[in-house]
């Protein structure tokens, strides 16, 4: 069973930066895919963040120029960094990894941004 772990999640003010960690219980490269998601109060999950098994990788428009996606091979770690952190971007922020049609989901860990 794949397990997914993120941990970096904080409170932080508007401007600050977070780095989010993501580690997968195998081999990275057996994923189609891997990303981060996000969910605030009230609102579905969506997209932030995602790279392919090729390097390719994918951004939600408002997180475009803030937010970097990358990957430790040898760790078998997806990090997300966030800076220019704003209050919109507070919500739980959950690991996903696709292999096919079956997704694998972390626990999520909590980003606040306020003052």
């Known amino acids: 069973q794949v397990q997914l772990v993120e941990s970096g999640g904080g409170l932080v003010q508007p401007g600050g930066s977070l780095r989010l960690s993501c580690a997968a219980s195998e081999n990275i490269f057996n994923f189609n895919d891997m990303g981060w998601y996000r969910q605030a109060p009230g609102k579905q999950r969506e997209l932030v963040a995602t790279i392919n098994v090729g390097g390719r990788i994918n951004y939600e428009d408002s997180v475009k120029g803030r937010f970097t996606i990358s990957r430790d091979n040898a760790m078998n770690t997806v990090f997300l960094q966030m800076n220019n952190l704003k209050p919109e971007d507070t919500a739980v922020y959950y690991c996903?990894?696709?292999?096919?049609?079956?997704?694998?989901w972390g626990r999520g860990t909590q980003v606040a941004v306020s003052s």
């Open positions: 996903n990894a696709r292999i096919m049609s079956k997704n694998y």
